[in-house]
């Protein structure tokens, strides 16, 4: 119904664009809507030439947010939410150093994506319903990129395995956030009654728990283990293997430019794919040398643009998915440089690993 | 009882600390506490804290993401500022060297000397800061001593010389004549801080008389134009009109029209400061006796020109310290720049203290934050207060007070 302004000649639009007030609706629905005013290419996509025009990916991430975002101290931003940023410019622009990255706080990201002012959100957003939907926020949400989920850290020297164990034990939580209700929620499920420290603020929360006050503290599982590393000694701690709650951290785009979405979505099940498929950022050019010599490898060379036309289909070169991990390397490097073993954070992998090995990360099938 | 033999200061520390049995329990007391908080800080500031995260980001802290190999131009307008401060120090002195210069001479140096060495800067960039010192202390010095040589003209003409440094700053800073363009989304840290507050406070001087002289004015459409800017902008929270700003104009202006985030805060910061100045002013202008503008306009004065040279000078000196108290306060406000995204000081802060490799430092950057907003508050009341004394008609009246 929207898109009824796009048939309006673009003269009527401009002529009305000097009482500005009067325009605001028009214009807004000309931003949110994105209609591509040449209908001449196959692919629709304002955003994706106008990134292309400006040679320049604009990023929204957190930028305070360890292991995710934070700015090095040479200047370059550093993170798991920002090489999703430069995979993406990679992919889009061949140049994985074409980023803009924008600082965004938790008020103002789904705003600054609306209203155009940022191609990709990139900045750990839960995907949920009223996140998703054209009544709500109307984002559209690529795959998810960290499982969250609220976690439980205990010592190691506790002898604590699994939740059930802390029947009858104080456990710090910190007061009024769903953290605590998940917890309440959890133990009585199990039937494990326990002790609830409550603390007003974090620091509190977890200044208790280093003191002993309880055996256990809950947070989102990522927040911990950032915690952990300015604990005095951080491998004496250790996180249980139970997850709370769901958070799909996932980067995400306007709804109302479909062919980016899907651009910016199969940019990442590329990288995904590629870890499925053993192509990393050191490999990556032999695999292509390999593709290219042996016609009999269908499957890889499609992956790999050396034949068909996935790209093109995406509106993105046809070797996206090369440019992409040539930049950042694929998703299990990404992961385990930025929260992983390679990390300070030293997360586990958890339900981020590969759908072949226990985890939930599945690309569809490149065909 | 009478101890001739004890030195003044004894005589002095006894008859004022230590007077009644009482007195004395208080001092002591209250000198345990300041040495037990005092040596605790000390202890940690000396033993435990650990100062890599300073080291290793000072850059980050003090221009934020500018470029690498346009850091130069930061180090000219900094050689720049200091010849000017140098300049204008002597000038403004002449030969006396009065204690006070004397022993902001000797900080200088100390600073210079110790800052870099405590940064663990490499020798090439200590060498910076103490060639910019001593330019500094030198053209004092010189200024000083020949600057009464200069030409009469000349030397009415050299406070001129500040605002052309400032745009020639502006230059440097953002680039264009030339030079190659850095965008505002680069700066930060200190920079960024101190552009954002020295904007705003240059531009919401002038736009907060103009309010107040609107708010007095007898043309109702300016009355009460001034009236709703000035109670709008009071009754909403900074925080709310910067919100606005970087949130609702990409909305009403097309891609690309709107002006870059941190002009847009800018701006947000200068009109916000505004209607606080314009109520300055106004209790200046009030100030002010009825016969002084009606004695200018019997002499044949017409409006503009009795607000000018009689009403003006006299209500801005009375609301100068209210003045520069808005100043001070819109100086500590960029801090919430960092709420919308920006990477202003406390901004670089909080992103360096997300880097995994410096978890937990957080006492440390505070501090440094803390020591930093002190020392350019600092900064603007001593000049506030030499600005008061100097204006002050009665000269004698200003040394009681």
């Given at each position: 119904m929207l898109l009824a302004n796009c048939a309006e000649p673009w003269n009527s639009a401009m002529a009305w664009r000097r009482p500005l007030a009067a325009t605001l609706p028009l214009l807004t629905a000309l931003a949110l809507v994105g209609c591509a005013s040449d209908g001449g290419s196959g692919i629709q996509s304002q955003r994706l030439s106008a990134i292309s025009g400006r040679g320049k990916l604009i990023c929204g991430v957190d930028g305070r947010l360890p292991g995710f975002s934070f700015v090095n101290p040479d200047g370059s931003y550093s993170g798991l939410d920002v090489d999703i940023c430069k995979a993406t410019a990679a992919a889009v622009l061949g140049d994985a150093k074409q980023v803009d990255f924008r600082d965004l706080n938790s008020t103002e990201r789904f705003a600054a994506l609306a209203s155009g002012e940022i191609d990709l959100l990139s900045r750990n957003t839960t995907a949920t319903l009223s996140r998703d939907a054209p009544g709500g926020n109307a984002l559209s949400f690529a795959p998810t990129v960290f499982y969250d989920g609220q976690g439980v850290m205990t010592p190691k020297a506790s002898g604590i395995k699994t939740l059930k164990d802390l029947a009858g034990k104080p456990i710090c939580v910190e007061s009024g956030t769903t953290t605590e209700l998940n917890l309440a929620d959890r133990m009585r499920e199990i039937k494990a009654p326990y002790t609830p420290l409550r603390f007003q603020t974090g620091d509190q929360t977890y200044a208790a728990y280093l003191q002993g006050r309880c055996v256990a503290v809950t947070s989102d599982r990522s927040q911990l283990a950032g915690k952990r590393t300015s604990f005095p000694d951080p491998a004496a701690h250790t996180l249980l293997p139970e997850v709370l709650s769901k958070e799909p951290l996932s980067p995400a785009t306007v709804n109302a430019d479909p062919a980016w979405a899907d651009a910016v979505r199969w940019i990442i099940h590329g990288l995904m794919q590629a870890e499925e498929l053993g192509i990393t950022q050191a490999n990556v050019d032999a695999k292509v040398a390999e593709a290219k010599a042996n016609t009999n490898l269908a499957d890889l060379r499609r992956f790999l643009g050396v034949e068909g036309d996935f790209g093109k289909q995406l509106g993105l070169p046809a070797n996206f998915v090369v440019l992409a991990l040539k930049a950042v390397g694929n998703y299990g490097e990404i992961f385990e440089r930025n929260v992983g073993a390679g990390s300070m954070l030293k997360l586990e992998r958890g339900l981020n690993r590969q759908w072949n090995q226990g985890g939930l990360i599945y690309a569809p099938p490149f065909r | 009882?009478?101890?001739?033999?004890?030195?003044?200061?004894?005589?002095?520390?006894?008859?004022?600390?230590?007077?009644?049995?009482?007195?004395?329990?208080?001092?002591?007391?209250?000198?345990?506490?300041?040495?037990?908080?005092?040596?605790?800080?000390?202890?940690?500031?000396?033993?435990?804290?650990?100062?890599?995260?300073?080291?290793?980001?000072?850059?980050?802290?003090?221009?934020?993401?500018?470029?690498?190999?346009?850091?130069?131009?930061?180090?000219?307008?900094?050689?720049?500022?200091?010849?000017?401060?140098?300049?204008?120090?002597?000038?403004?002195?002449?030969?006396?060297?009065?204690?006070?210069?004397?022993?902001?001479?000797?900080?200088?140096?100390?600073?210079?000397?110790?800052?870099?060495?405590?940064?663990?800067?490499?020798?090439?960039?200590?060498?910076?800061?103490?060639?910019?010192?001593?330019?500094?202390?030198?053209?004092?010095?010189?200024?000083?001593?020949?600057?009464?040589?200069?030409?009469?003209?000349?030397?009415?003409?050299?406070?001129?010389?500040?605002?052309?440094?400032?745009?020639?700053?502006?230059?440097?800073?953002?680039?264009?004549?030339?030079?190659?363009?850095?965008?505002?989304?680069?700066?930060g840290g200190l920079l960024l801080t101190l552009v954002q507050s020295s904007f705003a406070i240059l531009l919401?001087?002038?736009?907060?008389?103009?309010?107040?002289?609107?708010?007095?004015?007898?043309?109702?459409?300016?009355?009460?134009?001034?009236?709703?800017?000035?109670?709008?902008?009071?009754?909403?929270?900074?925080?709310?009109?910067?919100?606005?700003?970087?949130?609702?104009?990409?909305?009403?202006?097309?891609?690309?029209l709107a002006p870059d985030r941190v002009w847009r805060a800018a701006w947000v910061l200068t009109f916000f400061a505004a209607a606080y100045v314009a109520e300055a002013v106004r209790s200046g202008l009030a100030a002010v006796p009825r016969g002084q503008m009606e004695a200018a306009r019997a002499l044949g004065l017409p409006v503009p020109q009795a607000l000018i040279h009689v009403v003006l000078p006299q209500a801005l000196r009375v609301a100068l310290p209210a003045?520069?108290?808005?100043?001070?306060?819109?100086?500590?406000?960029?801090?919430?720049?960092?709420?919308?995204?920006?990477?202003?000081?406390?901004?670089?802060?909080?992103?360096v203290m997300a880097n995994p490799a410096f978890l937990g430092k957080n006492a440390e950057v505070y501090l440094l934050l803390a020591v930093l907003f002190w020392c350019c508050c600092a900064a603007l009341g001593l000049g506030s207060r030499a600005l008061e004394t100097r204006l002050n008609p009665n000269p004698l009246s200003a040394a009681r007070a």
């Open positions: - | 009882m009478d101890r001739t033999g004890l030195p003044a200061l004894a005589q002095r520390l006894r008859r004022e600390l230590f007077a009644s049995r009482t007195d004395g329990l208080i001092t002591l007391v209250l000198l345990g506490a300041l040495v037990a908080l005092g040596g605790g800080f000390l202890r940690w500031a000396l033993v435990q804290a650990q100062w890599a995260v300073v080291q290793a980001n000072s850059t980050l802290f003090a221009v934020g993401r500018y470029p690498l190999d346009q850091q130069w131009r930061l180090w000219l307008l900094t050689t720049l500022l200091a010849a000017a401060t140098g300049l204008s120090w002597g000038l403004l002195r002449g030969r006396s060297w009065p204690r006070n210069d004397t022993i902001a001479a000797v900080l200088l140096v100390a600073l210079a000397v110790a800052a870099p060495l405590f940064l663990q800067l490499t020798l090439a960039i200590q060498a910076r800061w103490w060639w910019i010192t001593a330019l500094l202390l030198a053209l004092r010095w010189g200024a000083g001593r020949w600057g009464d040589r200069l030409p009469a003209a000349w030397r009415r003409l050299w406070p001129l010389l500040w605002p052309l440094l400032y745009l020639v700053g502006m230059v440097l800073i953002s680039g264009g004549l030339g030079l190659m363009p850095v965008r505002p989304s680069d700066w919401c001087f002038p736009l907060g008389v103009a309010l107040a002289l609107g708010r007095r004015s007898e043309l109702p459409l300016l009355r009460w134009g001034s009236v709703i800017y000035i109670e709008f902008i009071r009754g909403a929270p900074l925080i709310t009109l910067l919100f606005l700003g970087q949130n609702i104009l990409g909305f009403l202006l097309p891609g690309g003045t520069v108290g808005q100043f001070i306060t819109l100086l500590q406000d960029t801090t919430l720049l960092s709420l919308i995204g920006l990477l202003d000081l406390l901004g670089v802060a909080r992103t």
